[in-house]
C-alpha cells in the first residue's frame, strides 16, 4: 500500500507526504502536483500512520475541488474516510455551526440565505426607514454588508450619505438574521470564529478534533480564516499549507498575501518544502515566467523546471492595430486547428472583460467556435442589451419587448403593477406600450409620469434627428439623457472596487467602439436611420451565431483571474500594453505591480506547449484611440527565451539614421517601425499587410476609409500608418 500512495511522486513531493508532524509549508509552483501531495498525505495519514479519518481536516477553495480530493484519496485506500473533513471554508464552517451555534443565541436549524436573500432583506429595511432606493441600491448595500462582516471593507472607508445609512442599517441587518434564525455566507465564518473567541470549550473540542489540518491555496486565504486555522492548529501544530505567493491574485477579493508571511511567524519551527518541479509546461516557458516574477519583492524564491523538453521560445507579436492583432491570433489559431490541435487545447486570456469583444467579433465573422469562459460574452452583459434595446426603440417605437425590458431602467418610479395596468391598457386598445405614456393616462402620476414622459420625448427627439446628427452623437445622447449613464456612475460611486464583476462603464465606451467600426462598413450612400437597423440585424444575428458556437469545441476566451487552475496546450496573451495590462490603476502603487504581475506569471504558467503575448501600436478602445507602449512585463522575459516579431521596435540610448523600411510578411516579420509619410488620396490603391489590396474610399482627417474585397469589407485605418503601403500598379 505504501509503494501505492508514493508511487510516481517525486523526491520533494515524498518529503511533503511522510513528514507528518508539526507545521510544514509545502511551496507549490504552477503546474507542481499539489492536489496529488495532498491527497497522498491524507491517503499515508490514514493507512500508513493509522490516524483516524475524523481527525483529519482538509480545506480547499472550490466545492469541485473538495470532491476531486475525496474521490482520489478513496482511489487509494480500501477503508471509508467519511469522517474525515475534506470540504471549503464554508462547508466546514455550516458543519461547525450545526452542531454549536446554540452556544451564541441561535437554534441548530438554522437556515443558510443566498446573496438575493440578503438583498430582499436590506430591501425591506431600507423601506422601514425610508431610504430612497433610487438613491440607495439595496444589492450594492448587501454588498457592501458582506465585505464589512468579511473584514475586506469598513465603515471609514465609506463616503456620506452611505456612511450613515450603513450605520444605521447594519446592526439591524444583523439583528433581524438572529431574531429569524438566519446566518448569511459571511456569517458561517464570522460566526465561527466568534463562538471560538467565546467560548474556549467550544474551540478546545474542535483542536481535539482536528489533530491533523491540511489547508489548499493558503495565499488565497483571507484574514477570517487564517485566523480559524490558526486557532484550531496553535497547540497540536500539525498544520500542513500548500501555497505559492506568485499565484496570489485574488487580493480584490480580500484574500491576503502576507498570511503566508503570518504562518512564517506563528509557527517559527516549520519546515518549508519546495515543489518547483513542473508537470505542465515546456522548460521554456518556465524559464521565461522564472525571469518575470523574480522582479516581485519580498517572495519565497523558487525556480520553476520541467523534463517535459526545452520546447518553443514565447513568441511576442506586435500589430500595427487591435484589429491587426486579432487577426493574427485568429490566424494561428485557423492554422493549429488546421493541422489537429482542438479548440478546446486552446485559449485566449486578457487582464479585463471588455478586452474579449475584439476576438468575439473576428470568431463570429469567420465561424470560428468560441465561448467566453467565466463571464457573459460581451453581447450578452445586461448594460449591452439594455442599451441595444433603448437603440431598438429608436428604430422602432412600437417595440414593445425593447421598451419592456428598460422602462425602468434606470428607475423611472413604475412598479410592476403599474406597468401590468399600461399593459392591459395598450392591448384593449390595440396600441403600444409606447403610446400609452401621455398626459391623460390616469395610471401614471406624480413623478412616475413626469419620468415616463420625459423618457418617451428623448426617444421621439432621437429619431427625429438621426439623419441631422452621426449615429455616435446619437449614441452618446441617448446614454446620457436616458438616465443608464448616471445610474451606473451612481453605482460606481457606492460600490467597492471588489465587487465589480464588470466595468460597466467601460463596456458601454467599448460598444461606441463597435458602432464606429461598423459604421465604417456600410455604403456611403445609407443614411444613419437606415445603417443603425442593419447594425441592430447584424448584432442579433451574432447573437444567434454565438448560441450555436457555444456548443461542442471552441476556442476559449477568459480572463488571466478567471484561467487560475486551468491549462491549455496553446495560450495567447493578449492586449498587453502599458495601462491595459498592468491596469492603469496599478501603475501608482509598487504592492499592485507585483500583484499585477504575478497575475502575468499566471498566465505564462497556463500554457503547456506554446505561448504567443500580443499587443499593438494604436488600439481603438472604450471609445477612442490609444497609443500605449508595450507592457513592463514583455520587457522582464529573458530575450534568450522570446521571439520578437511583428512591429517591435527595441529601445534606444541613442538616435540614428532611419533606415529603409522593407515590405515582409506580418506574422513572421521582425522590423523596427520608421514611420513613412506617403502621400494618398481617394481613389489610391493600397495594399495592407493584414487585408491585402484595397481602394481608399473617404480620407477625414488624420484617418482613411479603405474599401478591401469580401469578406474584409470596408476598414478604418490611420493615415500614414506603416501597415500599408500605397501602390501605383
Known amino acids: 500500500m505504501k509503494e501505492k500512495i508514493l508511487e510516481n511522486l517525486n523526491t520533494q513531493q515524498i518529503l511533503a507526504v511522510q513528514n507528518v508532524h508539526g507545521p510544514i509549508m509545502a511551496v507549490a509552483g504552477a503546474g507542481s502536483g499539489k492536489t496529488r501531495v495532498l491527497t497522498r498525505r491524507i491517503a499515508y495519514l490514514i493507512k500508513e500512520q493509522g490516524i483516524y479519518p475524523g481527525k483529519i481536516l482538509a480545506i480547499t477553495f472550490t466545492n469541485k475541488a473538495a470532491e476531486e480530493m475525496r474521490k482520489r484519496v478513496l482511489n487509494l485506500l480500501d477503508v471509508s474516510i467519511e469522517e474525515a473533513w475534506i470540504s471549503t471554508f464554508h462547508a466546514m464552517g455550516a458543519k461547525i455551526l450545526r452542531n454549536d451555534i446554540h452556544h451564541l443565541g441561535y437554534k441548530r ?16 429595511l431600507m423601506k422601514d426607514h425610508n431610504y430612497d432606493r433610487k438613491n440607495f441600491s439595496p444589492k450594492i448595500t448587501s454588498h457592501l454588508f458582506a465585505a464589512i462582516k468579511g473584514q475586506h471593507a469598513s465603515f471609514n472607508s465609506l463616503q456620506e450619505p452611505i456612511r450613515s445609512m450603513v450605520l444605521q442599517l447594519y446592526p439591524l441587518y444583523n439583528a433581524y438574521l438572529k431574531k429569524n434564525n438566519l446566518v448569511d455566507f459571511q456569517d458561517l465564518l464570522v460566526l465561527v470564529l466568534e463562538l471560538f473567541q467565546k467560548h474556549p470549550d467550544v474551540l478546545k473540542k474542535y483542536q481535539e478534533k482536528f489533530e491533523y489540518i491540511l489547508v489548499d491555496e493558503f495565499q488565497d486565504t483571507n484574514d477570517l480564516q487564517y485566523e480559524i486555522v490558526h486557532m484550531l492548529a496553535v497547540n497540536h501544530r500539525n498544520l500542513f499549507i500548500v501555497g505559492d505567493e506568485d499565484q496570489s491574485i485574488y487580493a480584490f477579493r480580500g484574500s ?63 500589430a500595427g492595430t487591435d484589429e491587426e492583432e486579432a487577426y493574427f491570433v485568429y490566424e494561428k489559431i485557423k492554422s493549429y486547428w488546421k493541422n489537429g490541435i482542438k479548440l478546446n487545447d486552446i485559449a485566449i486570456l486578457y487582464r479585463n472583460n471588455a478586452m474579449s469583444r475584439k476576438f468575439e467579433d473576428i470568431f463570429l465573422k469567420f465561424n470560428v467556435p468560441h465561448r467566453v469562459i467565466g463571464n457573459i460574452s460581451f453581447y450578452k452583459r445586461k448594460e449591452i442589451k439594455d442599451i441595444i434595446a433603448y437603440l431598438h426603440l429608436i428604430i422602432n417605437m412600437g417595440d414593445d419587448y425593447a421598451f419592456s425590458r428598460v422602462y425602468n431602467t434606470p428607475k423611472r418610479g413604475i ?27 390616469e395610471n401614471l402620476k406624480g413623478k412616475a409620469k413626469e419620468s415616463m414622459l420625459n423618457l418617451k420625448n428623448t426617444i421621439i427627439s432621437l429619431k427625429e434627428k438621426i439623419n441631422e446628427q452621426s449615429l455616435l452623437d446619437t449614441y452618446d ?27 460597466r462603464l467601460d463596456n458601454l465606451n467599448e460598444f461606441k467602439s463597435l458602432m464606429m467600426e461598423k459604421i465604417a462598413g456600410y455604403d456611403i450612400n445609407f443614411n444613419n436611420y437606415e445603417i443603425l437597423v442593419n447594425l441592430l440585424n447584424d448584432l442579433a444575428l451574432h447573437e444567434q451565431a454565438q448560441e450555436i458556437d457555444e456548443k461542442g469545441e471552441y476556442v476559449n476566451l477568459m480572463t488571466v483571474h478567471a484561467a487560475k487552475g486551468l491549462e491549455f496546450k496553446i495560450v495567447f496573451v493578449t492586449c498587453l500594453e502599458q495601462s491595459l495590462f498592468p491596469s492603469n ?6 504592492m499592485n505591480i ?14 503547456k506547449d506554446q505561448v504567443y503575448l500580443t499587443n499593438c501600436q494604436t488600439r481603438f478602445m472604450y471609445g477612442h484611440y490609444m497609443m500605449n507602449s508595450d507592457s513592463q512585463f514583455i520587457d522582464e522575459i529573458d530575450p ?17 539614421k532611419p533606415k529603409q523600411r522593407k515590405s515582409i510578411e506580418l506574422d513572421e516579420s521582425k522590423y523596427t517601425y520608421e514611420a513613412v509619410k506617403q502621400s494618398v488620396s481617394v481613389g489610391n490603391k493600397i495594399e495592407h499587410k493584414t487585408f491585402g489590396k484595397g481602394v481608399v474610399v473617404a480620407i477625414e482627417d488624420d484617418k482613411i476609409r479603405v474599401a478591401f474585397p469580401s469578406p474584409i469589407g470596408i476598414k478604418i485605418l490611420i493615415k500614414d500608418h506603416p501597415s500599408y503601403e500605397v501602390v501605383t500598379k
Request: net charge negative; charged share 30%.
Open 256 to 318: 491576503n498575501i502576507q498570511n503566508i508571511r503570518k504562518f512564517i511567524e506563528d509557527f517559527p519551527e516549520h519546515i518549508t518544502i519546495m515543489l518547483n518541479q513542473n508537470y505542465r509546461s515546456q522548460d521554456s516557458i518556465l524559464k521565461a515566467a522564472n525571469s518575470v516574477i523574480k522582479n516581485n519583492r519580498n517572495r519565497i524564491k523558487k525556480e520553476l523546471f520541467s523534463t517535459l523538453g526545452s520546447g518553443d521560445k514565447i513568441i511576442h507579436f506586435k
Open 415 to 441: 412598479g410592476e403593477a403599474t406597468f401590468a395596468k399600461l399593459v392591459e391598457e395598450a392591448i384593449d386598445n390595440n396600441l403600444r406600450l409606447f403610446d400609452v405614456i401621455d398626459e391623460n393616462n
Open 640 to 656: 534568450d527565451y522570446l521571439d520578437r516579431r511583428g512591429m517591435y521596435q527595441p529601445k534606444k540610448l541613442n538616435f540614428e
Open 585 to 590: 490603476q496599478s501603475l501608482t502603487e509598487s
Open 477 to 503: 445622447q441617448l446614454v446620457e439623457q436616458s438616465g443608464y449613464k448616471a445610474m451606473l456612475e451612481s453605482d460606481d460611486a457606492t460600490l467597492d472596487r471588489s465587487f465589480q464583476s464588470e466595468r
Open 594 to 607: 507585483d500583484e499585477e504581475r504575478r497575475l502575468f506569471y499566471v498566465a505564462l504558467t497556463r500554457a
Open 109 to 124: 436549524d438554522y437556515q443558510i440565505i443566498d446573496d438575493e436573500d440578503s438583498t430582499i432583506i436590506v430591501k425591506n
